[in-house]
Nanobody, 117 residues
Framework: QVKLVESGGGLVQAGGSLRLSCAAS????????MGWYRQAPGKQRELVAL???????NYADSVKGRFTISRDNAKNTVSLQMNNLKPEDTAVYYC???????????WGQGTQVTVSS
């Protein structure tokens, strides 16, 4: 059974940067896609970025050019580098692990990101 643990959230001023990390336990990390999602108060959880087992990436339009997702299969980690943060990026950020057809295997517990104006 896989367990995902996020870290790196916090409070930052608009225009600043944060780097989120997600560490996965379990085997065969490299064969799965990894995603970052976020949920703001009163809103639905939304996809922020996804990286496939082959390294292909997909981003929400709202973060393109500002956020970068990457993975380190040797360390079983996926990261989200967030630059030029905006107040509307404020949310709880979750990582998940998906199989090749998008079925979610696990979610992390989430990490709070707050961007002040």
């Amino acid at each position: 059974q896989v367990k995902l643990v996020e870290s790196g959230g916090g409070l930052v001023q608009a225009g600043g940067s944060l780097r989120l990390s997600c560490a996965a336990s379990g085997s065969f990390f490299s064969i799965y896609s990894m995603g970052w999602y976020r949920q703001a108060p009163g809103k639905q959880r939304e996809l922020v970025a996804l990286i496939t087992n082959g390294g292909n990436t997909n981003y929400a339009d709202s973060v393109k050019g500002r956020f970068t997702i990457s993975r380190d299969n040797a360390k079983n980690t996926v990261s989200l580098q967030m630059n030029n943060l905006k107040p509307e990026d404020t949310a709880v950020y979750y990582c998940n692990q998906q199989n090749s057809i998008g079925v979610v295997r696990a979610w992390g517990q989430g990490t709070q990101v707050t961007v002040s104006s």
